[in-house]
Structure formats: structure tokens, C-alpha cells
């Protein structure tokens, strides 16, 4: 279809390139290729594929915390920064509140007050939008787009939003079960060695198995270590060949 048919410009992006964007970014995360590769590439593919995206960022909750993870540059890192810094914003909300959010002009009447006096003052960004990256089906990230044109940020640009989020939803996946297989081999290998220390406690104090782990944890608050750390210590020097 084109322009002169009523669709916005930018809007008639082909199935094909949408398939085959899409297929680089699951072919990226599938390879093991490095996260801010696969990252950078669906921040990319926003500002190619979304009707009225010239800037995006993809954002991470991390605890407490949110951290920006890729950018397509300067200006959309600066807000994000921003954002963080102000706890308010589209990228913010779409992970705390709603899976969508979408303002097309921040300087009317904007739910982010604060946020929109940066933009509007520092940056060419008129228009934004959030939506929501799931993973396991907790609330993990958002993709922030930013419009340097009033209005240009539109309901089609939230459908096509929305279709390119399970996409960055892969990509953060794949770092998410990383992190978590990595966790779980750190846990099995600290029990084991709490496991041992508990057992060489048992053999030198002539002590039971509660006693032996109490002797642990008292020593792990006299050292002011971790458990593990103790444990491993103690393994370690029975361990040593002297």
C-alpha cells in the first residue's frame, strides 16, 4: 500500500523484512552470539521496523534497579538515564504497570511530568512509547522507542511494538536462563563443599552433624564470610599436602 492509499509513512514495511529481521535476531540469540550483540540488534530492528521510532533502548530490571542494556545512541541512552534517575517514564511503567505504554507528544499534558521537562528541554524526542519484555512470565524488561516528531508514534507503531517484543523477549532469555544455570552450578558446588567441611568437622570434634554445621556458622559470624567461604577454606587446607 502507499502513502497515497492513507497509510502513515513508514507503516508498509514488507512481511518479508519483518520475517527476515526477525530471523537474524533469533538466529543472533540461538548462536550463543554475545548479548549486546543480540541486544543492539532488536534495538536496531525497532528503529527500522516501528512506524515513527527514530531512537530505542532496551531497558532491564536488575532487583531494585533498572539498567540499560543497548541504545541505538546518544539520546536515547541520555533519557534512559534519565528515566532511571526519575523512577518515572514509559519503559519504567511498562515493566512496573501495564504491558504498553504510549504517549505520541510529551508536551501535552504528559504522565511523565518530570521525565518530558528533560526530554522537551535536552533532546529532538516529541513522542514515546514502552513495551513490556516477559520472561518466565515475570516482568524482566522493556523496549523504549522515542519520536523525534509530535504524533508520529501512533497505535500502528504499538501493534508493530508489540509484535517485535517477544523477539527482544528471546534475547533477554537467553542472558536470564544463562544467569540462572550459572546460580544453580554455583549453589550445588557451595553445598558440596559446605557438605564436606560438615563431614571433616564431624571426624575432628567427634561431633554430630548439628553440632558440626553450628561450628560452621558460628565460625562463618566470627570471620564475618559467607558459609561457603568457610566451608571451602576448610576443605581446602585438608585438602593441602602437608
Partial sequence: MSQSDGESPGSDQPGDEL??????????????????????????????????????????RRGDTFVTVAATDAVARA???????????PCVDAIIDEGMYLDPDLAVGSAWPRLSRFVLD????????????????????????WSDIPGRLDAASADRAMVLAPF?????????????????????????EIGKAIGLLMAFHKVDETRAW??????SRDLNQKVSAVARTIVDYHNSPW
Fill in 79 to 89: 533519557i534512559d538515564q534519565a528515566e532511571i534517575r526519575l523512577r518515572e517514564g
Fill in 122 to 145: 535536552r533532546t529532538p524526542v516529541r513522542g514515546a512509547a514502552g513495551v513490556r519484555i516477559v520472561v518466565d512470565q515475570q516482568k524482566i524488561g522493556a523496549l523504549n522507542l
Fill in 168 to 192: 527482544a523477549s528471546l534475547a533477554v532469555a537467553a542472558e536470564h536462563h544463562r544467569e540462572q544455570a550459572a546460580t544453580l552450578r554455583e549453589g550445588l558446588h557451595s553445598n558440596r
Fill in 19 to 60: 520475517v527476515q529481521v526477525f530471523g537474524a535476531i533469533a538466529a543472533l540469540a540461538y548462536a550463543g552470539s554475545s548479548n549486546e550483540d543480540v541486544y543492539q540488534a532488536v534495538v536496531l530492528a525497532a528503529t527500522r521496523l516501528v512506524p515513527g521510532a527514530d531512537h530505542a533502548s532496551l531497558m532491564m
Fill in 214 to 219: 553450628e561450628i560452621l556458622r558460628e565460625t
